[in-house]
T-cell receptor, first 114, second 112 residues
Framework: DTGVSQNPRHKITKRGQNVTFRCDPI?????LYWYRQTLGQGPEFLTY????????KSRLLSDRFSAERPKGSFSTLEIQRTEQGDSAMYLC????????????FGPGTRLTVT | DAKTTQPPSMDCAEGRAANLPCNHS???????VYWYRQIHSQGPQYIIH?????ETNEMASLIITEDRKSSTLILPHATLRDTAVYYC?????????????WGAGTKLIIKP
């Protein structure tokens, strides 16, 4: 399968714990995006990378959230000191760098904070 | 905020054409119209995009009005597998960060 993959698919954690999600984009894609989606809503943009550079961060991305893409390939999204409001689906997407109209999405990681 | 308005839900009979409307009355000249869909428990999937002209691909057709203030996504022969939430998004291709701003979409239910 050469699509975007995300791990884990589901994560249940207790409030206050740290969690880390991984996204593996399509191999030749330079751009990588993170979105968050809550029930009944469309995805909300969190951040995006071009290669290893993080070029944009939404104001939704509080100090407890950090994302990395160290070698311009896979990316991780870490949430520290999780809160119940962090419960959501976290989606990763990738696209080609230049002139691409299409973002390819992974299946998402569903986070439940208890 | 999303720049588009869509009905929250629609039904369509299997085998018939599904026509999903979208209003984008504040669209700028350099903004494209994109359609994505999200089947339950999956990530969104790109369907089609257009700027001014009508577009067709293997999945759907996109009809954009001459004033570009609205558009319609057409699934010509809907199947049960087309049941999903359909999102209409407008975005300038040359936006600095290429982020997509999503609304709540239209939940399309295909009935047998």
């Amino acid at each position: 399968d050469t699509g975007v993959s995300q791990n884990p698919r589901h994560k249940i954690t207790k409030r206050g714990q740290n969690v880390t999600f991984r996204c593996d984009p399509i191999s030749e894609h330079n751009r990588l995006y993170w979105y968050r989606q809550t029930l009944g809503q469309g995805p909300e943009f969190l951040t995006y990378f071009q290669n290893e550079a993080q070029l944009e961060k939404s104001r939704l991305l509080s100090d407890r959230f950090s994302a990395e893409r160290p070698k311009g390939s896979f990316s991780t999204l870490e949430i520290q000191r999780t809160e119940q409001g962090d419960s959501a689906m976290y989606l990763c997407a990738s696209s080609l760098a230049a002139g691409s109209h299409e973002q390819y999405f992974g299946p998402g990681t569903r986070l439940t904070v208890t | 905020d999303a720049k588009t308005t869509q009905p929250p839900s629609m039904d369509c009979a299997e085998g018939r054409a599904a026509n999903l409307p979208c209003n984008h009355s504040t669209i700028s000249g350099n903004e494209y119209v994109y359609w994505y869909r999200q089947i339950h428990s999956q990530g969104p999937q790109y369907i089609i995009h257009g700027l001014k002209n009508n577009e067709t691909n293997e999945m759907a057709s996109l009809i954009i009005t001459e004033d570009r203030k609205s558009s319609t996504l057409i699934l010509p022969h809907a199947t049960l597998r087309d049941t999903a939430v359909y999102y209409c998004i407008v975005r300038a291709q040359m936006d600095s960060n290429y982020q997509l701003i999503w609304g709540a979409g239209t939940k399309l239910i295909i009935k047998p």
